[in-house]
């Protein structure tokens, strides 16, 4: 029984999700990336072209780029790609993106995260809205993100067990994929990337009471503390099935 390994295949725990072998099942922390999309397409509704710079070396962008072409075309959104492959071809790759795309958006790989900062800056001073798709870059002065939310993570697995317990075969339980998610908003980083605040932070306690909003709590520990607020929410439309 496994819990939060993104892509139990690449790990080489078993070849099949969907029809465990070798006893083998439990629950992937694969980032909620539908989720995420829907929530840039809340934030602007009228978005066309999201620019993305990630390096196809990295193993989480050979996992999470093709899910997020696959919802990207969903949505009706599409993606300005610009690959690199070090963090100082970053800071080289983001003006080719100028005037191509209406927001920026990271794909969370190593060599990005390492250039965060790079991408900010050029944020702010193009008034270009930069989203993630982890709680730790909004604290660092993305826009929004949804982020991974392990106490739902612990809950799926847990429930896993449970039917083991009962006499249920494990190659009868297929890999599960979690169905919640964290909502982080940073709307000082919105007004500074040109996004009106008030408009930002209304959509999304909009949203969040429309996915079953649990909990609201104040974040003052990002590098752009002003307004930051994190939603929680639980919805099977944030995870993938």
């Known amino acids: 029984m496994f ?131 982890d709680y730790s870059s909004v604290q660092r002065g993305a826009i929004a993100a949804v982020g991974q939310n392990y106490h739902n993570v612990g809950i799926q697995a847990g429930s896993i067990i449970e039917l083991i317990a009962n006499g249920r075969l494990v190659s009868t339980l297929p890999v599960s994929y979690t169905k919640g998610g964290d909502i982080y908003v940073n709307t000082e980083a919105a007004r500074l990337m040109g996004l009106e605040k008030n408009a930002t932070h209304q959509r999304q306690r909009k949203n969040c009471k429309k996915y079953g909003l649990n909990r609201v709590n104040k974040n003052r520990n990002s590098r752009i503390t002003r307004g930051q607020a994190q939603f929680t929410y639980d919805s099977a439309e944030s995870g993938r099935k």
């Open 3 to 133: 819990a939060a390994v993104t892509d139990p295949v690449d790990a080489g725990l078993l070849s099949n999700p969907n029809s465990p072998e070798e006893n083998i099942t439990g629950v992937s922390d694969l980032w909620p990336i539908e989720a995420e999309l829907k929530l840039i397409k809340r934030i602007m509704p009228n978005i066309k072209n999201i620019g993305i710079v990630f390096d196809p070396n990295d193993p989480s962008s050979s996992v999470t780029m093709p899910i997020i072409r696959e919802g990207a075309s969903k949505f009706g959104i599409s993606l300005v790609e610009k690959p690199v492959i070090s963090p100082t071809g970053v800071a080289e790759a983001l003006p080719i993106l100028k005037g191509k795309v209406d927001a920026l958006f990271t794909a969370n790989d190593t060599t990005v995260t390492q250039s965060f900062p790079a991408l900010v800056t050029y944020a702010i001073q193009n008034k270009i809205p930069l989203f993630a798709g």
